[in-house]
């Protein structure tokens, strides 16, 4: 019996060592696989046009990131102002520079952090800004359905992101190099 758990104990101190250089990269993949394209496409939506674009936001941006403000202003963005400009500014780039970051492995931490605030807003505004509280996409947890898209599908997003607030970017991430210089 003792050789069994001497076996078992060795077969899993090098999975526990492996896992330490793997899982890192493994919640970066994750990341890319999954959200890197859907968070890059929706940036592309909110870009305005032409090369000055990135400083000035599309009006669809103003419209998902400020719904019912946006309405209220008769959907002219003009009427909103230099705060409005500013969230929907930082949230657009955002959404193109954070994921960038985790995927290189650069600033993980931080990145991983400000997705998380990301992805907590983004939820807020969905459920608040757009009334998605229909119990099919808002969701509950602890119940036997796990596809809802807001609770149940973003904490997991929320999970992978906490994981490398917690561990970081792993070995190989420019987090690494930079570190080893």
Request: charged letters at 15%; aromatic letters at 16%.
């Amino acid at each position: 019996m003792t050789a069994l758990i001497s076996l078992h104990n060795a077969a899993f101190n090098l999975i526990e060592r492996a896992g330490n250089w793997l899982m890192p990269l493994f919640a970066r993949f994750t990341f890319a696989a999954v959200l890197l394209l859907y968070y890059w496409n929706s940036g592309m939506t909110k870009l305005g046009d032409g090369v000055f674009g990135l400083f000035t936001p599309s009006v669809g941006a103003y419209a998902q990131i400020f719904p019912k403000q946006f309405e209220a202003v008769g959907y002219d963005a003009s009427q909103l102002g230099f705060f409005h400009w500013l969230v929907v500014l930082a949230g657009t780039w955002a959404e193109f520079l954070l994921p960038l970051l985790i995927v290189i492995g650069l600033f993980t931490r931080l990145a991983s952090l400000g997705m998380i605030g990301f992805v907590v807003m983004q939820s807020l505004t969905d459920v608040y800004g757009h009334g998605q509280t229909d119990v099919k996409t808002l969701g509950a947890w602890f119940d036997r359905f796990p596809d809802s898209i807001i609770l149940d599908q973003r904490l997991f997003w929320v999970f992978v992101l906490s994981y490398l607030v917690i561990r970081g970017a792993g070995a190989i991430s420019v987090d690494a190099l930079l570190r080893r210089r």
